[in-house]
């Protein structure tokens, strides 16, 4: 989400197609598929044969930290990530409104986007769209297929919006995005929505601190405490 001079993201990732391997991958070929993997393998592994999709536990979240809210379905698609699309980006956002505002916006059909988290000033995460599917928040399809979105509470144009909290928060549950899809830990993979392709949007703007930010996800990547670096800057 964020500043936007045109209303104009959620059009173009409004699609519903089929995925890719339902469409190539039929009853006979996934039967067979199974046959091998019975042979060779655990059961376990049985949602990785093609066209069967990993179990969904209602409520469930991804990240152990967060709080489920399901997004409305016309937000999101469903998919089976990353076996369908890989997940090799993380984009950040910045909500231009309240954390209030932004979940009540993802419940809505009618807002066609929403991201896969929203992070508060306050550090609290809630998960609205699972990693599994494909959430409508980049304005291009396909940095929406292979991408996590997080949403942080708080407007481009006022640093005092982006506390120690919410970075810290966020930078947590990117190291845990970032070690379930072996993203690496830098400015190729962990981008703001300003740098997706053919966006309008401009967020999370100038005051963002990428150095600090990349910075504490580093440091969570690692287990180390997530503190501030000693002359760090404080926002
Ligand atoms: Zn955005």
Known sequence: MGARSRSASGSRDGDRRIGRRALIVGGAAAAAGAAVLARDELGRLWWRVPG??????????????????????ANWRRADRPDDFGIDIVVVHVTQGSFASAVKAFQDPGHQAATHYIVGQDGRVTQMIRELDVAYHAGNRD???????????????RPEDL?????????????GICARYGIPVDREHIIGHVEVPGTDHTDPGP??????????????ATGEPSREPTGGTRV
């Open 52 to 73: 069967v999709e990993k179990p969904r536990t209602p409520g469930e979240v991804d990240y152990a930290g967060a709080r489920w809210v399901a997004a409305s379905e």
């Open 143 to 157: 940095y929406n297929e292979r991408s996590v979105g997080i949403e942080h509470e708080g407007f481009v144009d």
């Open 163 to 175: 506390t120690d909290a919410m970075y810290e928060a966020s930078a947590r549950l990117t190291a």
């Open 207 to 220: 005051h963002w601190d990428w150095d600090r930010y990349l910075a504490l996800v580093r440091r969570a």
